[in-house]
């Protein structure tokens, strides 16, 4: 089920990226067309960029699910076969420790509980963590700045599940190796 979830989510993150790329085209173009009329859209540019960073964390989130990211793997391709299948255990265990202490760096960032426990007053919250996350707006579009910055907790629930998958995997795939006669 684990598994399925995963792929499922990867899928979305893929489609979600894509649609991001192409919207990130039109924005650019929308922008060139704008300025050289004379009639610029200062909010394009930082649209643009908010969207650019979503895609990269959808698409991270993806890439590292199916375990395509870029690696050098001089060494790697050296091991034997169970030595390597050892070291993409490793290398699971480390991208999963990373996705969860981003997601315990994003709660205390967000502090729900804070901001609950102050019934969503903003001022009340301010005042008690010096934290002013929801306070805080973009630039040109003027929206609240927590909105763009959810993708960093999105990115780290997505890739904490794709890492207990494939750590998972990886696990079963060093657990068959040793069934098999060499």
């Given at each position: 089920?684990?598994?399925?979830?995963?792929?499922?989510?990867?899928r979305c993150e893929?489609?979600?990226a894509a649609g991001l790329a192409a919207i990130i085209t039109l924005l650019i173009l929308l922008n060139i067309v704008t300025r050289s009329l004379g009639q610029a859209l200062y909010w394009t540019d930082e649209l643009a960029?908010?969207?650019m960073i979503w895609m990269t964390f959808f698409t991270t989130s993806a890439v590292l699910k199916r375990r395509e990211g870029v690696a050098v793997t001089?060494?790697?391709d050296l091991l034997p076969s169970g030595a390597r299948q050892g070291l993409n255990l490793f290398v699971d265990i480390l991208v999963l420790f990373f996705a969860l202490f981003l997601a315990v760096l994003c709660w205390r960032w967000y502090d729900p509980t804070t901001l609950w426990?102050?019934?969503?007053?903003?001022?009340?919250?301010?005042?008690?963590t010096f934290n002013f996350i929801?306070?805080?707006?973009?630039?040109?579009?003027?929206?609240?700045k927590f909105w763009v910055w959810l993708c960093l907790p999105?990115?780290?629930v997505s890739l904490s599940l794709h890492a207990v998958v494939n750590l998972i995997d990886g696990i079963k795939g060093l657990a068959?190796?040793?069934?098999r006669p060499a």
């Open positions: 089920m684990l598994k399925r979830l995963s792929s499922g989510i990867a893929g489609g979600i960029i908010h969207a001089l060494l790697a426990a102050s019934g969503f007053d903003l001022q009340a919250f301010q005042g008690a929801y306070s805080e707006t973009s630039r040109t579009l003027g929206i609240p999105i990115f780290a068959g190796a040793e069934r």
